[in-house]
């Protein structure tokens, strides 16, 4: 998808790239810990990463606010 198609994805954050680059968006649920400041361990139930279309090298990567998507087929 494009750079522009990625950062509404990412709730209107820029990739710093032209927006019609090409990208490659993985959205995964589960439990995402990243290291902060001192003592803060921000949790997240929805992660991402961002890769170049055409080297494959990872661009972007972090977590989401909000819920995980519910599986409505169970």
């Given at each position: 998808m494009s750079s522009a198609a990625?950062?509404?994805?990412?709730n209107g954050a820029s990739t710093g790239l032209p927006?019609?680059?090409?990208?490659?968006y993985v959205e995964l649920t589960g439990d995402f810990?990243?290291?902060?400041?001192p003592g803060a361990e921000?949790?997240?139930?929805?992660?991402?990463e961002v890769f170049d279309a055409?080297?494959?090298?990872?661009?972007?990567?972090g977590g989401l606010p909000?819920?995980?998507p519910t599986d409505?087929?169970?």
């Open positions: 990625v950062g509404q994805r990412l927006d019609d680059t090409p990208l490659c810990t990243f290291s902060g400041p921000p949790h997240f139930a929805r992660g991402f055409k080297t494959g090298n990872l661009l972007l990567a909000g819920a995980a409505s087929s169970r």
